[in-house]
């Protein structure tokens, strides 16, 4: 395709896209499509011939935007605001364009160096010290993972340039709770511990926060047997009821003990680019591990995930390269962030950031956020003065759990599975419809829903709207 | 930003990014900049104010091209040919605008079922059996880690279940050439093996192939050493001169002891796509997993790295989780990627693909590639026959590696350090005056120049200009 060719598939393909934007609260937000029916609409075999832009476009409103799930419509409320701000999709269209090339410095300066101030910049928006330098992952399991690695690596003193993991005589193991992402879980396994060396510590049976006490008494039992403690994962707002774990006294214990801190906050950092959230974080500053996205809540298109370290030398040491077909005379004065993190090869992810902080400017970013907070503050005040309405865990965010807890004939509260019925029963109703769309968890065996308040375009009306939907549809059992 | 707003920044985006492309060759291939330069222009601290879109436009010219390394120009020779096609952008470009999520079928049933779909058209067009199923991950070195990981899940019989890989008694090896990328001694320390249990196994000493003798015997040594053989990768055009390891030989050896093969085709995997060149891989249908870029040569931009297993059970107890807070109808009938790899969330990276072969058609793409091989091999030839000049591997596919040995004043050829330092000598100044651009490597313990052939707009004379360059330059020591 040539660059005349592009440029007229490309206007016609911002037109679509401002379209589709624009009319996305006209779409069901849920896809509406049945397993295989987006597969089945495709051919079997590649196409012999080339094609028309044009047929394309059509197929895209034909086969694709079907299924697909709408989640920068206002009606979303499902697993988290996965927010696409058009300024930053501006970004990553700057980075398609230009097609360059991240595997070295040398082979884009620009890509390493925008991504060091970018990384820069969002520090001191969300009020961290100097101490700490950053780098864009894909997501926060890939930095989970690196950071597991790290813990790994801190704990084996660098097993991994000898005989590997194997040759450490003491198991390795590692805290954090049951309300953690399932991508701790995952990440400890994929680094080689085991699952049985994974311990979820007592949480707050309200807040859901890690118990210090217990995670204190956790480590002593585990060095009393023998084994070597190696990390801590600290969930700063995990996913399911956004709880919020004590970063201050783990970190105490952390260091008491030499153990890898790492805090996921994958989702809750974006409220740290407000000060007055900033407390929940406290004590952030004594972790070795520091992950959140911006293209969760705060809307830089994913995958933009921000991970932090402090030891620069010691990330570097475990994961770097230095393969002769990519040295170069700049090696040694330049970051390399090959070895920041798993893959070689990346994109040029911090042109999203720089233009989504440019075209939409932090102010307004604050704002949104702030709004969000009073969107969830206001939902939960209802949902709790409701008759057979329960909030079910603090709302330290923009996410509030709840469930409808209606009588039986004899003025019993719905309970065990029947609960369950009931519940996922409205929430599909809901979902089905197309109107909004909600993702359930469970807390303690049962499930609940959880209302995930900012999406970009969510204004007071939406939450209102939601609000009437959810009495509607749970009175219709 | 509001769509109206975003239409008018996107259509002057398009343009800039055609006429980017347009006048591409007129730039110098290697970046102009120093270490620190571009971080240097940018303001240290964030902007308090929004922008205009035109003033960052201007910025883009003014800040981020000056640093950037032409890896679209038609005369960058280096690394390997890095092909953003404009029919690709497209698909990127149409992914940022839709803003999908993709953390399971439901979020974004169209980008699990088109992602499906795309690798089976790959599938097809390079000659590969329906056992195989494939995904997309960002780059062929996370494609190597989860091999490594299956690999070791595999030999450990799913240790991270239970006490992880340090319960294993006997330690488990790793076997490949010290030709294989980079990404493969890293991917064998980051999942835990220790890089004492790699061996790099001898190599032909011109076709620096794998030697599947030698192999067998390393193989051997070590099941009487109580190791458990877990891995072997295979390199199918390996990075510094393309050796191709024999494929089948090393196979039937893998599969005689049940040791997982990995095949790395990073960049080869693109040659695939022609039936005559497939004889180079020839035994892959015996492989467990299968990495190649689509991203290299064959031109869908970044990141699109194809990963092919044949035992998709298997893959899925390894990665898997299944966290309440993503379960929906739809599981069990539907593909979870995010089961495949690392990352929960994924880009709807499949739209790439599409828009490339739908645009471009299939048989450009195959036209592009036979030029390319053409245009090497007379390459090769001209620097083959010119006098102290010499072609120091084959050259099987577009990589044609050289060095330029004078004579000193009693008519001995330089060698050694002398060597190197006129080999490095020429090579700098030709990329430095940004004329062409080519990567060194270490053969032997020497330098050698790679010269990679393959950018979308390199034809014929562009190869012919650049052996004018190289001459001239190699003659002014």
Not at 149 to 159: G, H, Q
Not at 380 to 392: F, G, H
Request: net charge negative; with cysteine; hydrophobic share 45%.
């Amino acid at each position: 395709m040539t660059p005349e060719d592009f440029r007229k598939a490309g206007h016609a393909l911002i037109d679509w896209i401002a379209d589709y934007r624009q009319r996305i609260a006209e779409l069901p937000v849920r896809a509406q499509v049945e397993p295989g029916e987006v597969r089945a609409a495709l051919p079997a075999a590649p196409p012999a011939e080339a094609d028309q832009f044009s047929a394309l476009l059509a197929d895209l409103d034909r086969v694709i935007v079907p299924g697909v799930t709408q989640v920068q419509h206002p009606m979303h409320f499902g697993w988290f605001p996965a927010n696409a701000s058009l300024a930053s999709v501006l970004g990553d269209i700057a980075s398609s364009g230009m097609g360059t090339l991240g595997i070295s410095w040398e082979s884009c300066p620009s890509l390493t160096e925008l991504e060091e101030v970018m990384c820069d910049w969002m520090r001191q928006l969300t009020g961290l010290s100097d101490a700490w330098h950053g780098t864009i992952h894909d997501t926060a399991s890939t930095a989970c993972v690196t950071a597991m690695i790290l813990a790994r690596e801190r704990a084996s003193r660098l097993s991994k340039n000898g005989a590997g993991l194997q040759a450490v005589a003491a198991p390795l193991t590692v805290y954090s709770t049951a309300q953690a992402h399932s991508s701790i879980a995952k990440a400890v396994q994929l680094a080689g511990f085991g699952n049985d060396n994974l311990r979820f510590i007592e949480e707050d049976p309200y807040t859901r926060a890690m118990q210090p006490q217990a995670l204190a008494l956790a480590i002593e039992q585990d060095l009393a047997a023998g084994h070597i403690p190696a990390a801590i994962v600290c969930s700063v707002g995990a996913t399911g009821t956004t709880a919020m774990d004590p970063v201050e006294a783990i970190a105490t214990i952390a260091s008491r003990h030499g153990i890898w801190l790492h805090v996921d906050a994958a989702m809750a950092g974006s409220a740290m680019l407000l000060p007055e959230c900033r407390h929940l974080w406290q004590g952030v500053e004594q972790a070795d591990s520091l992950a959140w996205n911006p293209h969760k809540w705060m809307g830089t298109i994913l995958d933009t995930a921000l991970f932090y370290v402090r030891d620069v030398p010691f990330l570097e040491r475990v994961m770097s390269t230095n393969p002769a077909y990519l040295r170069s005379a700049a090696d040694g004065q330049v970051t390399q962030y090959r070895d920041w993190g798993i893959p070689l090869g990346r994109r040029f992810r911090a042109l999203k950031l720089w233009f989504h902080l440019r075209l939409d400017g932090i102010e307004a970013i604050l704002a949104r956020l702030r709004r969000d907070l009073e969107n969830a503050r206001w939902f939960a005040e209802q949902v709790a003065a409701a008759p057979d309405w329960e909030v079910l865990a603090p709302v330290p965010l923009q996410t509030v759990c709840i469930r409808h807890v209606p009588k039986d004939a004899l003025g019993k509260p719905l309970a065990g599975e029947a609960l369950d019925k009931h519940t996922l029963g409205w929430l599909g109703r809901i979902n089905t419809s197309g109107a909004a769309f909600m993702s359930p968890t469970v807390l303690d065996g049962r499930w609940v829903v959880r209302v995930s308040i900012g999406v970009e375009d969510t204004t007071r009306e939406h939450v209102e709207r939601l609000w009437e939907l959810l009495q509607l549809a749970a009175g219709q059992d």
